[in-house]
């Protein structure tokens, strides 16, 4: 039976091992690094069709993220999807102008919000809403339109 | 009749076994508070439980994860997704045989050497030497074996998961050529925090408790001869995989669904 120091460092050196992993689990695996953990305030967007975007979706001004999906719900009143954004506290010079649409990383990617700036001199605050925005494109729509533009042009 | 007598007696002999299971898990946690006294008993266990079992988790989770790395790539790269095998190899890794295969290699390294020891301790009649002596035999030597094996499970599990991602990060970036910044990337990206992580590691507590409740309820319980010792100690290992896999589909339901 080895000494009882060295079973405490043997021991140490075990439950230290063992923290580390789950911290490196936590760090460098999953999205606790990259996690935005400041503050935010709300804007809403509302959009005829919303697609596959889901909460948690990241919103991103000119490709970088600047903050991300906080609600999805459906406005009864004008029939159209209401998205709550939680857009972090250090891009707070937004216009109130900008234009909000619905893009998908790569051809089935997930879906985003991208954001294109106005040219308001005012901005963005908790609340507001963006007036402009975008549907997600809906893979048979699109083909539909076309299927039907095929079928004008034969027509004619 | 005969037949109805013995369906009876292994019904009663089944729920008698059930019954001092439970009583023998009240007994070890009622030896908490002296345990908190006196730390250095768990130490000792943490050194047969843990450290001593690091090797085989070690070596396992490496290969694993290379194995996973391998398989991933072939069956990816047919769609053209080898981008995701981080995502693959992490989360397998981290939400499914994390856990599981830690709990088996556990019962295997660790339980079956905790049954095997009780059991002699038992048929040595070193237990009722401590009850002689007026030390409760159950707080002395089985409570640190009990809160020693829930706590090495979890980080066992962890430095498995740890290793296996490297592993699949071996074979993946430096044999297959995925790159690296888009196994890291993808896998930060898709793998939550709680959702994935902290689900996995409360199936390794809940495993960990399982494991080696059965493995000192087995030793606790056997048969005081040679004969009971052998049969405790197989017992531990297939009871606690067949506990393992039974409880994991459960947990996997409720988690992730």
Redesign the interface.
Known sequence: M?K?RQ??I??G???A???L??F???M????????HTGDSYKVLARFDNIGGLKVKSPVTMAGVEVGRVLDIYYDAEDFRAVAVLGIYSQYDRIPDDTFAKILTAGLLGEQYIGLDPGGSEDLLKEGSEIAVTQSALVLEEVIGQFIYGKAQEGAN | MEWLARLGRSGLSFSARLGRANLLMLGMLRGLPQLIRRPRLLLEQLLSVGVLTVLIIAVSGVFVGMVLGLQGYYILSRFGAEATLGVMVAASLVRELGPVVTALLFAGRAGSALSAEIGLMKATEQLSGLEMMAVNPEHRVLTPRLVAGILSMPLLAAMFSMLGVYGGWFVGVGLLGVDEGTYWAQMQSQIDWYEDVVNGVIKSVVFGVVCTWIAIFQGYDCVPTSEGVSRATTRTVVHSSLAVLGLDFVLTALMFN
Do not use: H, K, R
Request: zero cysteines; charged letters at 5%.
């Open positions: 080895p009882t079973i405490e043997l021991v050196a075990f439950m091992a063992g923290f992993a789950l490196f689990l936590a460098q695996v999953s999205n606790l690094g990259t996690v």
